[in-house]
């Protein structure tokens, strides 16, 4: 939440040293806020505080986390980020690794099944009947 706080606030410095990436995070970031604007990248971020997004999911593997949000100002949308545990803090995973990659799958498999409940009429059941 530290993270999203300062993003949110446009401190892009201390929102980067939260990385274990600290210098790749810090030129991410400011090419988001060039691209977009300084107005509108405090508003993506600050969107994640806002009351109607909600984190729904936490799910781990090794020292890495996948934290997972549901938008509900943007069309329940889901959103996840990646964070890693390193000298017992948890920073912005930017590292490319297995566990890394295992969690994107996780956050894509949440994201299809949340368009796919979209999608039911209501009546449907969870799971095909055989």
């Known amino acids: 939440m530290l993270m999203l706080r300062h993003l949110s606030e446009g401190n892009l410095e201390a929102a980067a040293a939260l990385s274990n990436a600290p210098r790749q995070r810090l030129e991410l970031l400011r090419g988001y806020r060039d691209a977009i604007g300084e107005a509108d990248f405090k508003r993506v971020f600050g969107r994640y505080l806002a009351p109607e997004n909600k984190l729904i999911a936490e799910v781990a593997i090794g020292q890495r986390r996948l934290l ?3 938008l509900g100002e943007a069309g329940r949308q889901l959103a996840g980020q990646i964070y890693v545990e390193t000298g017992g803090k948890f920073l912005m995973d930017d590292v490319p690794s297995a566990e890394r990659s295992k969690l994107k799958d996780v956050l894509e498999t949440y994201r299809r099944k949340s368009a796919g409940a979209e999608k039911k009429s209501g009546s449907e ?6």
Do not use: G, S
């Not at 059941?125 to 055989?130: G, I, L, R, T, V």
């Open 68 to 70: 997972v949000w549901e």
């Open 125 to 130: 059941p969870d799971f095909p009947k055989h």
